[in-house]
């Protein structure tokens, strides 16, 4: 599927782009990314830092009682779980978080509170820095149902991101599930969960399955007692998910079985996540502060194999002409990330919504790939599958890619970059799925 040209590319590309990578572009990048970045273009600020009381209520419909103080807001244990007065479907939800400095107790009892999307579907908030817990529980955790991929939590004190990408359920008439939620979620930038297909709300010990409800929900943030602070949140509405797999298919494993939890809900013994250092945040721009488990593709292929993977390119263009520069993730499917002035960040299937247009500015690009589930159990075969995130705006969400991938997997991934497109960094990270 990769061209020769392209291929040439990926070399006269990538090396001319680390002449720009050693002259102080990273520095610059560095620089830029003390500050955290503000909310896209259509984000809906929900806490600026300032005050809660005009979008969120406390209990009932009384404002929060939680302190509000130096661009944050902090817990007070008891004052109750606090929700948005906004009502929110398919959504990306972005927010930062910290745990107390102060270390006091330990597993559930150390920096617990949780982001409730639509006030059931929880995303763990938890102090996991050197506190083992249950897989399913600890810090981001769909609670009860998946452990992370990986434990990137940070030391009690310090400022932690979750960017949540929610597909919310749909319910037929008579209340049976027509279309499960889903959700994609990052932690400090590393992507922890890729279209996990829920199974129901949240619970404690034991499953509980779907009730049906409006699409449109309020999102919570729970007072479990400890003083956790959130600051910079914001949502932005999704667009509808475009070509992605079949939502039947979903229906149908959800039904199987096959996408339930094979642990009993909080077990234990359930294996934990590996521990990976999660680099600066917002997103690391130099090739020292990767993510622990990230590889640099520093002449264009990474040198490692992967499936389920993670890609970050830090790029810009550098003039005007016809720019061209493509990821090819393992198997050979590709996103091109500019290709001509007028295609910005499409695979074979154009983004969901119009991306905002190329400058001269460094561009950050994250995208999430899923390779190709074959059939099993008399289950259809899922297609391969990639989320991409451009300058923190979601521009495909588990879209497929058209064609089965027929290169044997894993692979290595590639990032090809022609005349007129500069290539600061990028790295490769696997996403392997938990036992
Ligand atoms: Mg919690």
């Known amino acids: 599927m990769q061209d020769k040209a392209t291929r040439d590319w990926a070399i006269s590309g990538l090396r001319g782009s680390l002449v720009g990578l050693a002259a102080g572009a990273l520095l610059a990048l560095a620089l830029a990314a003390a500050a955290a970045p503000p909310p896209p273009e259509g984000a809906v600020v929900l806490f600026d830092g300032t005050d809660l009381s005009a979008s969120w209520y406390g209990k009932g419909t009384e404002p929060p009682q939680w302190k509000v103080e130096n661009g944050w807001a902090e817990i007070v244990p008891k004052a109750g779980s606090i929700r948005t007065r906004n009502a929110v479907g398919d959504a990306h939800w972005h927010l930062e978080w910290a745990s107390p400095a102060a270390v006091k107790g330990n597993g559930?009892?150390?920096?617990?509170?949780?982001?409730?999307?639509?006030?059931?579907?929880?995303?763990?908030?938890?102090?996991?820095?050197?506190?083992?817990?249950?897989?399913?529980?600890?810090?981001?955790?769909?609670?009860?149902?998946?452990?992370?991929?990986?434990?990137?939590?940070?030391?009690?004190?310090?400022?932690?991101?979750?960017?949540?990408?929610f597909?919310?359920?749909?319910?037929?008439?008579?209340?049976?599930?027509?279309?499960?939620?889903?959700?994609?979620?990052?932690?400090?930038?590393?992507?922890?969960?890729?279209?996990?297909?829920?199974?129901?709300?949240g619970s404690n010990k034991k499953r509980q399955l779907y009730r049906p409800h409006a699409v449109e929900q309020p999102l919570s943030l729970q007072?479990?007692?400890?003083?956790?602070?959130?600051?910079?949140?914001?949502?932005?509405?999704?667009?509808?998910?475009?070509?992605?797999?079949?939502?039947?298919?979903?229906?149908?494993?959800?039904?199987?079985?096959?996408?339930?939890?094979?642990?009993?809900?909080?077990?234990?013994?359930?294996?934990?996540?590996?521990?990976?250092?999660?680099?600066?945040?917002?997103?690391?721009?130099?090739?020292?502060?990767?993510?622990?488990?990230?590889?640099?593709?520093?002449?264009?292929?990474?040198?490692?194999?992967?499936?389920?993977?993670?890609?970050?390119?830090?790029?810009?263009?550098?003039?005007?002409?016809?720019?061209?520069?493509?990821?090819?993730?393992?198997?050979?499917?590709?996103?091109?990330?500019?290709?001509?002035?007028d295609r910005l960040l499409a695979g074979d299937r154009g983004p969901l919504e119009p991306p905002p247009a190329a400058t001269g500015e460094w561009q950050r690009t994250d995208i999430l790939f899923r390779a190709p589930t074959p059939a099993a159990d008399g289950m259809p075969p899922l297609p391969p599958c990639a989320t991409v995130l451009h300058n923190g705006i979601v521009m495909h969400d588990a879209t497929t890619f058209p064609t089965d991938a027929a290169a044997a997997l894993p692979a290595p991934v590639r990032v090809a970059a022609g005349e007129g497109v500069e290539i600061a960094l990028a790295w490769a990270r696997p996403m392997d799925q938990n036992p």
């Open 167 to 201: 597909r919310a359920p749909r319910f037929q008439p008579d209340g049976s599930v027509a279309e499960p939620a889903r959700m994609t979620v990052l932690q400090n930038g590393v992507a922890i969960h890729h279209d996990v297909v829920l199974v129901g709300p």
């Open 108 to 165: 559930q009892g150390r920096g617990n509170s949780g982001v409730l999307v639509q006030g059931r579907y929880e995303v763990q908030v938890l102090d996991s820095h050197g506190n083992t817990t249950y897989a399913d529980g600890q810090a981001g955790s769909i609670y009860g149902q998946a452990p992370p991929l990986v434990n990137v939590c940070r030391p009690p004190g310090e400022w932690q991101s979750f960017d949540i990408l």
């Open 223 to 341: 007072d479990h007692g400890n003083p956790v602070r959130y600051r910079n949140i914001w949502f932005r509405p999704l667009p509808p998910a475009g070509e992605r797999r079949d939502g039947s298919a979903d229906l149908a494993r959800l039904r199987a079985g096959l996408d339930s939890p094979r642990w009993p809900v909080n077990a234990p013994d359930r294996p934990q996540p590996a521990v990976v250092e999660p680099g600066s945040a917002p997103r690391p721009e130099t090739a020292a502060d990767l993510p622990g488990d990230a590889v640099l593709l520093a002449d264009g292929t990474s040198p490692a194999a992967f499936r389920d993977c993670q890609v970050h390119v830090v790029w810009r263009l550098t003039g005007p002409g016809d720019p061209a520069a493509t990821v090819w993730l393992p198997g050979g499917c590709p996103v091109h990330l500019v290709r001509g002035r």
